[in-house]
């Protein structure tokens, strides 16, 4: 592997979040294969980065900034990958926060957990109306449709969003989650998988892709 | 009532803070969602970025709306002999609220809540004698979702004789619809705003930021005549500096300002200062909220609450996943700090999971811990009948003090006596079963299911929360276009 390579895969397992575009810069000017940047160095360094986490030997800010350096390089590098050939991942996710629910935090870490884990994640936001989960996921193309809500004012959206989903577009899978959801409650309104916790979501997105 | 006070933050933190916090409303400012609360701050001479849907609160408006915050706010309850008045000198406790799981009491079934649990809960918490104040503890979810929230108020109402504190009024909707619930439920208007037997908590959202439907609500609430406690939940590390103080800063900035705008629109509104900042876990990515972090968080956000003149309240939530010593600690770790520092309401006992799942059990076993607490901090003092020094010179040398009047008085007021605990010989204990005190803790929520009855709402006031409900109720949600 080029030496470039490996110092690419370094800045993430260090969390060099500042000047890992920059590197990421110098790679495309020597004419390495972006895809070959991405795949033996950003995803390699933040799979070190997850281990280490998995493990307890990090905390969650490590990982948080792993991830954020990893998209700092992918910026540079994605737009460098010629036409027709795409980064493997393990599935392409589209998140959101349902409807007049504002609170995003649940929802990020498990965006940083997925893309950190192999996957492509595509985040809506908050306050997402059910429209616009219905409408990203056929024009994505996304294997998984991921939700959150943390009230149970909101919970219900989840289920209104689910069941016109596996009516237009079944091959989508779901996965659920917020501090009041429960596997009892996604069973009840035909989510696919649910997770308690950021690091279990990444469990159930593999389960959902496996 | 004297007391033992600790205290964390000095007055030259308290001023530090305070000063901090007016930086940052000025230099930063918050988020304001609802469009009529910016035209509000607008008006009043903050700078507003309607693009960024900011505003920027000059100092004179938050020192302003201090001066008219009410230092004496009193939760009456349905019964007098309930009201809970937050003086910045009593403590008083309340419920976890508003989970949405429940362990099925008999079956053990971990399973979605129902209206059933929540009048089992509020019946139980009516009966016990450190709740002080009810909320309700989880969500009906076996109603229609569109009314979840009003059906949660009518069983609690009809259920408890103590005041009912919510934190479902949302929505400008939600607002109107629970108010004419209380006013029902109180006999009108008038008397309600006379003794408001409900109130509502509002969360803000960290870091700097109201949500538009929760500060329209919020002006409704204030309007109306109904308490408010503006609540922050930074959660340091994450959504607030990982420092607990810097995190009561993006607290504070968020209570101030949610003051602010209730003031501006109903000078002398009753608004409590909620403060609820419990790190999140860094290695479970879970709310820690049985931490000593969120105790010692509790503790300096009543000192702020204090400072200002306002009554604080601050809660626990244990993330234990069954009763038993987990939940014991976290509860006795997250009572206790905040409780010597004053705190005037600490909610959150009874629910597991970080405030989601209901065990009945949990809920009596609370109570003891927080009787154990109360005499704890109770506070001594020396005077003639403490002292006894005619009861010492009358028993005298060698002799007991079992026979004495006086022994019989104090042992009420001076004495904890446990109802779970066991205290007796290990011989009686193996005799009667080796019960732990989960199994006292069953035994005790049966003999209060099957024995404690509670005055419902008078028929004409049920008449009337049942139309309100019907009014509401309508098909699932769907298919809205999103607001901005």
Redesign the interface.
């Known amino acids: 592997m080029e030496e470039i390579v490996t110092r690419l895969k370094d800045a993430v397992i260090n969390y060099e979040m500042e000047t890992i575009a920059d590197l990421a810069k110098q790679v495309v000017d020597q004419g390495v294969d972006p895809l070959v940047a991405i795949e033996q160095g950003l995803a390699e360094g933040i799979k070190t980065v997850g281990e280490r986490f998995g493990k307890g030997e990090i905390f969650l800010p490590e990982l948080v900034m792993g991830a954020e350096a990893m998209k700092a390089a992918l910026a540079v590098l994605e737009p460098a990958v010629p036409q027709g050939q795409h980064r493997a991942t393990l599935g392409k996710v589209v998140i959101g926060t349902v409807q007049d629910d504002i609170h995003e935090i649940g929802k990020n870490l498990v965006s940083t957990m997925l893309s950190s884990n192999g996957f492509e994640v595509v985040d809506l936001g908050v306050n997402v109306p059910a429209a616009d989960f219905l409408k990203k996921a056929g024009e994505l193309k996304a294997n998984i449709l991921a939700m959150s809500a943390l009230m149970t004012t909101t919970m219900p959206r989840m289920g209104e969003i689910i069941t016109p989903l596996k009516k237009d577009n079944p091959s989508v899978k779901t996965l659920i989650g917020g501090a009041p959801v429960t596997d009892v409650y996604a069973k009840e309104i035909g989510a696919d998988e649910y997770s308690g916790d950021a690091s279990g979501a990444v469990d159930s997105a593999k389960n959902l892709v496996g | 009532m004297r007391g033992i006070r600790f205290q964390i933050l000095s007055k030259e933190d308290l001023d530090r803070i305070h000063w901090g916090t007016l930086h940052i409303l000025e230099k930063v400012g918050v988020q304001v969602?609802s469009p009529t609360c910016r035209k509000l701050l607008n008006e009043n001479g903050c700078e507003i970025d309607e693009k960024k849907r900011s505003a920027k609160i000059p100092s004179h408006l938050v020192e302003e709306a201090i001066r008219k915050k009410k230092s004496t706010i009193t939760l009456a309850g349905r019964n007098p002999k309930y009201d809970a008045r937050l003086d910045l000198k009593h403590s008083h406790m309340c419920a976890n609220g508003?989970?949405?799981?429940a362990v099925d009491f008999d079956t053990g079934e971990?399973?979605?809540s129902t209206k059933k649990d929540l009048i089992d809960s509020t019946t139980i918490c009516d009966a016990l004698p450190n709740v002080h104040v009810h909320w309700p503890m989880v969500?009906s979810?076996d109603m229609p979702?569109s009314v979840?929230?009003l059906h949660d108020l009518e069983a609690s109402l009809n259920h408890t004789e103590k005041h009912v504190m919510y934190e479902?009024g949302?929505?400008l909707e939600d607002a109107k619809n629970l108010t004419a619930m209380g006013y029902a439920a109180a006999g009108g208007e008038k008397e309600y705003r006379r003794r408001p037997i409900t109130s509502c908590l509002q969360c803000t959202?960290a870091p700097l930021?109201h949500?538009a439907?929760v500060m329209d609500a919020s002006l409704e609430f204030a309007r109306s005549g109904v308490p408010l406690v503006f609540f922050c939940m930074p959660?340091p590390?994450?959504?607030g500096p990982a420092s607990l103080v810097g995190s009561v800063v993006v607290g504070n900035a968020e209570v101030l300002s949610a003051l602010v705008m209730t003031q501006l629109s109903t000078p002398g509104a009753a608004v409590i200062y909620g403060l609820g900042i419990a790190p999140?876990d860094?290695?479970?990515?879970?709310r820690a909220g049985g931490s000593p972090e969120h105790a010692i968080c509790s503790a300096m956000g009543t000192e702020m609450a204090h400072y200002y003149g306002m009554p604080s309240c601050v809660g626990v939530s244990g993330t234990a996943k069954e009763p038993g010593i987990q939940a014991a600690i976290e509860t006795y770790t997250g009572c206790v700090g905040p409780l010597l520092a004053g705190a005037d309401l600490m909610c959150g006992i009874g629910l597991l999971e970080?405030?989601?799942c209901l065990h009945l059990e949990q809920v009596v076993i609370d109570d003891e811990i927080v009787g154990a607490i109360a005499r704890l901090i109770r506070g001594e003092w020396a005077c003639d009948d403490t002292m006894a020094l005619d009861i010492i010179e009358k028993v005298g040398i060698g002799n007991n003090y079992l026979a004495q009047k006086h022994t019989m008085q104090f042992l009420r007021t001076d004495h904890f006596m446990p109802s779970l605990m066991s205290r007796e010989s290990e011989d009686n204990w193996s005799k009667t079963g080796k019960k732990t005190v989960k199994d006292t803790a069953r035994e005790k929520v049966k003999k209060i299911l099957a024995e404690h009855k509670v005055p419902s709402l008078p028929d004409d006031a049920n008449r009337e929360l049942t139309a309100i409900i019907d009014k509401v109720k309508k098909p699932?949600?769907?298919?809205?276009?999103?607001?901005q």
């Open positions: 969602d508003n989970g949405a799981v971990r399973r979605n969500s979810t979702p979840v929230h479902t949302v929505t959202y930021q949500d439907g959660q590390g994450a959504t999140l860094m290695r479970t990515t879970v970080d405030s989601s699932l949600w769907g298919g809205e276009s999103k607001v």
